[in-house]
């Protein structure tokens, strides 16, 4: 959990992150698809969000939250493992 980002998540959940059409391969579609700048600020804002999911973990998300480990079930699951 330490090591599983919240964009690793994401990225293997979603099947897609087009937010217009010009976002997918066949965006001759449409007719401003050369004249506009739509595509590259949602682009931006998309990366950025993506920058942010990759600075939290899962262990983030329920370090800090104790009921969440134990909506979760992750609480036993510490208990029961083996000590080193």
């Known amino acids: 959990a330490e090591s599983i980002t919240l964009f690793d ?3 293997v959940t979603e099947e897609s992150f087009a ?3 010009c976002f997918e ?4 579609e449409c007719p401003l698809v050369d004249s ?3 595509n590259s600020a949602l682009r ?4 950025a969000f993506f920058a942010v999911l990759e600075r ?5 998300m329920v370090a800090a939250r104790p009921n ?3 909506l979760l079930g992750i609480d036993m699951l510490v208990q029961r493992a083996p000590a080193a």
């Open 25 to 28: 391969n066949d965006a001759a």
């Open 44 to 47: 931006e804002a998309l990366n």
């Open 36 to 38: 506009c700048s739509l």
């Open 9 to 11: 998540v994401v990225r």
């Open 56 to 60: 939290y973990t899962i262990a983030d």
């Open 68 to 70: 969440v480990r134990h």
């Open 19 to 21: 937010m217009a059409e």
